[in-house]
């Protein structure tokens, strides 16, 4: 069982926003700044989003966009396009001898 | 263009051993940390294994503690991972991931698969 708990699925019309939510059940997600998130299409490899919670790496495009409050954070892609279409997973620090923990993953469907 | 091509992947019967490479470009590999991600069929991401820059440090994920071994090779820009005393429940395909930051992985290999059938 993931330390993150995500939404199995999440939907959208195109040009909506929606928000995919990762929890952390013990420590990890609020007590460190190191949320990240991963887009997953088909067949392909993980891709980086969102790495130390809201940090876009270069070549994402804005409409990806990430916040944090208490032991929740979301990811939010706003102007949806049918593009976006994939799996996406959190991850995070869960502290102590841990390393770097994913959460369920989130299948967005865009109408 | 930084690249991760993974191989070693195959059929294997629970109890035998198989090792995975990675063989990395385009980056300064001995100043970065190295994992192994997997994903069974269907499922979601596990971390497996993580091995620091100088490979002074390493993790693994409780369900394959005692049973696999990240290494490195510095001057082949490769990181291995030796799985031995293999489950049917390895089944999965293996990423290989580049460290980027805290805890995130900012690039990604194609991944191998590995079945571990009777």
Redesign the interface.
Known sequence: QSALTQPRSVSGSPGQSVTISCTGTSSGVGDYDYVSWYQQNPGKAPKLLIYDVNKRPSGVPDRFSGSESGNTASLIISGLQAEDEADYYCCSYAGGNSFGVFGGGTKLTVL | EVQLVESGGGLVKPGGSLRLSCGASGFNFRTFSM?W?RQAPGK????VS?LSAVGNYM?Y?DSVKGRFTISRDNAKNSVYLQMNSLRAEDTALY?CARL????????????TLVTVSS
């Open positions: 994992n991600v979601g991401l596990e971390w993580s993790y994920a990423y980027g930051g805290n805890y995130d992985l900012d690039y990604w290999g194609q991944g």
